[in-house]
């Protein structure tokens, strides 16, 4: 009974989404500036929106069909459902594939979701989508290089590898060496990106809008309007390469204390167009190639605390974020200079990749989720409370607000204890929430509704570090959130001195300070107490 009322809606949803899809598309035909582009859309959103919606049905199916009459609990159960999770993620990646361009980086971001989504989908999305995407040939790249420069790769550069290194949603990388020596990568947009992107925004337009008609509760539609904005912008490559500039500037200016463990490739602007993008070639590892990582003579826990401290200076001191810091956007080398730590080993520098997509937070904002984010890591409900409804999360969903940001349960996130936050990523954490994920998500659907997309792009953002940070560490760790406690607090001191410049400020700013730095230095006799007493265990 079950299942035909799942295939009655799935079929509800096939049929509603095809026909507004073909009336949308006439309308788009007849009024659009570009008629024969808008048809090359029209006659792919349909077919897209089929796919879509086969797929979907056959693993609604599978789930139902597979754990029918299966006892929670059991081995039986729990054999079967990891055999369906990893069918249906494999027909996820091929629909991701198949469609290509936004899929692709829906699939990616599924990958970073290891705490809310099945252990086998994070685990299939990550081996595929982040280096393994669809490939343009060789021609087609000349294509682009004609149309952008006017010459093919092999006039262009004394040499040029017809065969890219890595591929992404939006293009791939070609290594090259310039007229003068200098080794480059070339990042060429794949042909197809401007009609797919038009595309993919209207098929996810139609679903998102069917599925919020047939079920009121599903309202997804600020996904329409950040999709709007963002992807123009990654598109554009003259916006990414004046991205990464800003980035690097930012470092120098505001946190030059680490600056020179922070890098961005240098932009050639003379071969750089809206559709082509040269760089200087960096050879590192990815930042979750812990072994590679290791090899080099860096410890993986550096690279850990350099990269939560750079995310968090962007966040709180900056307010320009890369928000897609996956790790294939990550990669680690040693510092050029050869500098070392006191141990001997080998200080690591990170080099970010792909600025196509930054956001701005504005003074209050960032001022807000500073003292959101210190609140947190030191346990002060008030503060949790009072700067979550100042973010748009309400009084009745700030705990769940809280809750989404650090992966913790209210409970846990407002217990006192040093190491309250960490999560030690075995089983049980992973079940706990995913319980939780499953348990509240029509008010996880209306918290996403009510915050600003900045806000939504930081939680994106979170998502990806924290998959970075248990990829380094195998969970995380108390003292990246030292870190952002640190950050997020001076942050919050600047803005109070930024606001108000009188003496006695200025007086109880310091005093915070020190209170501060007390704190802290009791969470590190904690931490090294918490590391004697595990290798004494152990």
């Not at 086969?54 to 006892?71: H, K, M, Q, R, W």
């Not at 609140?375 to 002060?380: A, M």
Request: proline share 4%.
């Amino acid at each position: 009974m079950a299942t035909r009322l799942l295939w009655r809606a799935r079929a509800k949803l096939a049929v509603v989404a095809t026909a507004f899809g073909g009336g949308a598309a006439a309308a788009a035909i007849a009024s659009s500036d570009d008629p024969q582009r808008a048809l090359k859309v029209c006659t792919t959103v349909p077919t897209r929106l089929i796919r879509d919606s086969i797929t979907a049905a056959t693993i609604a199916f599978d789930y139902e069909y597979s754990l029918f009459g299966l006892l929670e609990g059991s081995p039986e159960r729990s054999r079967a459902k990891h055999e369906v999770h990893v069918r249906c993620a494999r027909r996820l990646q091929e629909l991701c594939f198949r469609n290509g361009g936004l899929y692709i980086k829906l699939g990616q971001h599924i990958g970073q979701l290891e705490y809310l989504v099945p252990q086998e989908y994070v685990q299939i999305m990550r081996e595929s989508m982040l280096n393994r995407c669809p490939v343009s040939s060789y021609e087609q790249v000349c294509e682009v290089f004609k149309k952008e420069l006017g010459r093919t790769p092999d006039e262009v550069f004394d040499e040029f590898e017809p065969i890219p290194i890595a591929s992404a949603s939006l293009a791939q990388v070609h290594t090259a060496r310039t007229r003068d020596g200098q080794k480059v990568a070339v990042k060429v947009q794949h042909t197809h990106m401007t009609d797919t992107a038009a595309a993919d925004h209207a098929t996810v337009q139609l679903i998102v809008n069917t599925l919020h008609w047939i079920f009121p509760s599903f309202d997804y539609r600020w996904l329409i309007e950040e999709m709007q904005e963002s992807l123009p912008k990654e598109l554009d490559f003259l916006v990414e390469a004046k991205n990464s500039e800003k980035c690097v500037d930012n470092f120098r200016k505001l946190s030059p204390h680490i600056a020179h463990y922070v890098y961005a490739p240098m932009v050639y602007w003379n071969l750089t167009t809206s559709k082509l993008l040269t760089m200087e070639f960096i050879d590192g590892a990815q930042v979750n190639d812990v072994k590679t990582i290791q090899r080099l003579g860096i410890r993986p826990n550096e690279v850990a605390r350099l990269v939560s401290e750079a995310f968090a200076d962007m966040m709180f001191k900056h307010g320009f974020v890369h928000c897609d810091p996956h790790a294939a956007n990550l990669l680690v080398r040693p510092m050029p200079s050869g500098e070392r730590s006191f141990l001997g080993k080998r200080k690591p520098q990170l080099v970010l990749l792909d600025h196509g997509l930054y956001k701005e937070l504005d003074f209050h904002t960032r001022a807000n989720y500073a003292a959101l984010w210190k609140g947190l890591i030191f346990s002060d409900a008030n503060a949790i409370k009072e700067n979550s409804v100042k973010l748009g999360a309400g009084e009745d969903l700030y705990a769940l607000f809280a809750g989404i940001l650090t992966m913790r349960p209210w409970n846990r996130v407002i217990d006192t204890s040093v190491d309250h936050l960490v999560v030690k990523g075995d089983e049980g954490d992973r079940s706990e929430l995913q319980m939780y994920a499953s348990q509240y998500f029509p008010q996880i659907t209306e918290l996403l509704r009510r915050l600003p997309r900045v806000i939504l792009l930081m939680l994106k953002t979170n998502d990806c570090l924290r998959a970075v940070n248990n990829s380094l560490l195998q969970g995380s760790s108390l003292e990246t959130f030292m870190i952002i406690g640190k950050v997020a607090s001076e942050a919050v001191a600047e803005a109070k001195m930024s606001q108000r410049r009188s003496f006695l400020c200025w007086i109880n700013v310091w005093l915070e300070g020190i209170l501060l730095e007390a704190r802290l230095f009791g969470m590190q006799i904690a931490l090294w107490l918490l590391q004697v007493r595990k290798a004494l265990t152990w």
